[in-house]
């Protein structure tokens, strides 16, 4: 099999974030996100590049009613209610200005319509699967909804991304009595471990990895993508795209210049590279991190040429190695 280039991203606006404050601090992070996200969308279909888009099931949704609509009858009994989008929304209530924060049926269209673009699942409400007081049947109800509102738009759910990556190995199987295919899962390090525990350390490890000053090989052979009969297979990730940040211009390039080696190492080698972020991380520097993008992207091609690297979705990788 030649080398493969994957692309996912956790689609999520300010579900994934919504304990931050952003929404309120600076909700035009949100608004520039939307607007570059049909650039995005351009920019793979230009350089024919296959993505899974792991979207968050609330945003299929257009307003505070619909949503109270999808609402199920138990929820997730978190012990740190923090965590919940249920929450958190409901105490919200009283700004509508969120709606544009929370809502993007027409983005989830938009990227159903664009050629060779997977709408996959980052859960219906940015669940937390390794969460103290959440149980499996809670997350079997989550998913159960994400699936009807993709089922309502003709999209069959076969990739799922973990919110925060939280990846727990018992749910796997609830996963794949709903037809998913792949997730994605992470890198085989002690600072990327599934759990929902973040500490000084990991954050500064994987800081030092993004710039590459961790080293370690990134790409992996199709025997690090772990198949199980009934369950389905998980995808490790390679690399997340730290976004561009303009007081770290030196760092910028050097986080640049070490995806695009680490790339072209997995294209000599015949390897996989699953590079990773959220739509969002280009809010703050959204030209700057298109750019960067389109770095990344014209050289995905020239190793296209060179090598025949191929562009998967998280589901095209299960139909290659399972056949």
């Known amino acids: 099999m030649d080398s493969t280039f994957t692309i996912s991203l956790d689609f999520e606006l300010n579900w994934g974030v919504f304990e931050k404050n952003i929404a309120f601090d600076k909700p035009y992070y949100f608004h520039n996100t939307r607007k570059v996200i049909p650039k995005l969308l351009a920019l793979f279909e230009k350089y024919d590049v296959n993505v899974t888009w792991a979207s968050v099931g609330m945003l299929f949704l257009q307003n505070k009613e619909e949503w109270l609509s999808h609402q199920p009858k138990h929820l997730p009994e978190y012990t740190n209610q ?185 294209a000599e080698k015949k390897k996989f590279y699953h590079l990773w972020w959220h739509p969002h991380n280009f809010g703050f520097f959204p030209e700057e991190s298109y750019a960067d993008l389109e770095v990344i992207l014209k050289h995905y091609a020239f190793l296209k040429n060179k090598f025949n690297m191929n562009s998967f979705t998280m589901s095209e990788i299960y139909d290659q190695i399972s056949n």
């Open 82 to 266: 923090n965590v919940s989008s249920y929450a958190w929304y409901t105490s919200h209530f009283s700004k509508p200005e969120l709606e544009k924060l929370l809502f993007a049926p027409d983005l989830v269209k938009k990227i159903t319509e664009t050629k060779g673009q997977e709408l996959g699942t980052h859960t219906y409400s940015h669940y937390y699967c390794l969460e103290q007081g959440q149980t499996v049947d809670d997350f079997n109800t989550d998913l159960s909804i994400a699936k009807k509102l993709a089922a309502d738009i003709n999209i069959n759910l076969r990739s799922l991304v973990f919110p925060r990556n939280q990846l727990n190995h018992e749910y796997l199987k609830v996963c794949w009595d709903h037809g998913i295919t792949s997730v994605r899962s992470n890198p085989e390090v002690w600072y990327w471990k599934s759990d929902n525990k973040s500490t000084l350390a990991k954050k500064i490890f994987r800081t030092g990895d993004a710039y590459g000053i961790v080293p370690g090989e990134t790409f992996y052979g199709a025997d690090k993508i772990i198949k199980t009969p009934g369950l389905p297979i998980q995808i490790p990730a390679s690399r997340f795209l730290r976004p561009y940040n303009d007081k770290y211009k030196i760092l910028n390039k050097l986080r640049l210049s070490h995806i695009i080696n680490e790339m072209t190492k997995a």
